[in-house]
């Protein structure tokens, strides 16, 4: 049985020329049996077709707040309440940006904020957008918020030059997540008892174990 089997991974693709690999990654979840909801920026949609997306996860792709949502129902909370992973990739300099400082007025900024699921972002971009301070410091911010990055590969980028931006391959990217949702249910189904005074356990009618208060 596969890892991913009836996980709900929120996929976010944003507007870089990577977009085209996240149809690849989109299929390799779903032949690892997840349920992939796609979220497309609108500046993504200029660099794959929504229709593929929806191709290979059977299942319609959601590009604007309030499109293909009833009027009575939060779209936005929708999403992120069923989600067991909010997924960024590519996200580009911009798409960090936004997440580290909390924006939301598309709906990948808002399911990120109405999310209580873990955050993985694999980030696409020339080498020196990469290394930029602003950059770094939004990764630190992200991390510092327990988010997981998968960093950029080195090789040969867009714009024809050679450094670190390649965004990370799927099989890569798959396992940051097998790993990832390994990790968040580790604790999954355990009942835990936290005290706050002292406890006394009996260990027969006259004795028992017991601890002060801390």
Not at 58 to 79: E, I, N, Y
Not at 137 to 150: K, P, Q
Not at 187 to 213: F, K, Q
């Amino acid at each position: 049985m596969s890892l991913l089997q009836g996980k709900k991974i929120v996929l976010g693709v944003t507007g870089g020329i990577a977009a085209y690999k996240a149809a690849a990654l989109a299929s390799l979840l779903v032949q690892q049996s997840a349920c992939v909801d796609v979220i497309m920026t609108e500046a993504a949609t200029a660099f794959i077709q929504p229709l593929t997306f929806t191709a290979l996860t059977h299942r319609p792709v959601h590009t604007k707040a309030l499109a293909d949502w009833d009027h009575h129902a939060s779209g936005h909370v929708t999403l992120a309440a069923g989600a067991d992973l909010l997924l960024v990739a590519p996200a580009t300099a911009a798409s960090l940006a936004r997440l580290a400082l909390g924006l939301a007025d598309d709906l990948l900024g808002l399911v990120a904020l109405a999310t209580s699921a873990p955050l993985l972002v694999a980030p696409a971009m020339e080498h020196h957008m990469w290394h930029h301070p602003a950059t770094q410091e939004h990764v630190r911010v992200l991390l510092a918020r327990g988010a997981v990055i998968v960093p950029p590969e080195p090789g040969r980028l867009a714009s024809g030059a050679s450094g670190d931006g390649r965004l990370a391959s799927p099989e890569t990217i798959v396992q940051a997540v097998v790993s990832l949702l390994q990790e968040s249910s580790t604790l999954a189904g355990r009942h835990i008892v936290v005290t706050a005074g002292g406890t006394r356990e009996p260990i027969d009618p006259v004795r028992y174990i017991g601890n002060r208060s801390s």
